[in-house]
Nanobody, 122 residues
């Protein structure tokens, strides 16, 4: 069984930055491709960023390209999401997820964290 725990969320002003972390336990992180998703109130869960299993290949949702960066440290079993130039519309609960292969489809991911709240004030 794989456990994922997100951290790093909080309240930030527009234009600010946050770095989210996702700590993976139970299995080596190197076994999994990882994704970050977000869900705002009343909206469906949306793909934010993904990173392939061995770190080659990153993918981003259109709304975050150029502002967010996903990375992984397999030695620390941790995935990161660096979020810069934050906007009020980035406000959501952010989830990390693990899967055997990289995909933008949330339904394909096998394991999920509990989420961390990010709130961007205007």
């Amino acid at each position: 069984q794989v456990q994922l725990v997100e951290s790093g969320g909080g309240l930030v002003q527009a234009g600010g930055s946050l770095r989210l972390s996702c700590a993976v336990s139970g299995r080596p992180l190197s076994n999994y491709a990882m994704g970050w998703f977000r869900q705002a109130p009343g909206k469906e869960r949306a793909f934010v960023a993904g990173i392939a299993r061995i770190g080659e290949g990153t993918y981003y949702g259109d709304s975050v390209k150029g502002r967010f960066t996903i990375s992984r440290d397999n030695a620390k079993n941790t995935v990161y999401l660096q979020m810069n130039s934050l906007k009020p519309e980035d406000t959501a609960v952010y989830f990390c997820a693990a899967n055997r292969i990289i995909t933008l489809n949330s339904a394909s991911y096998d394991y999920w964290g509990q989420g961390t709240q990010v709130t961007v004030s205007s």
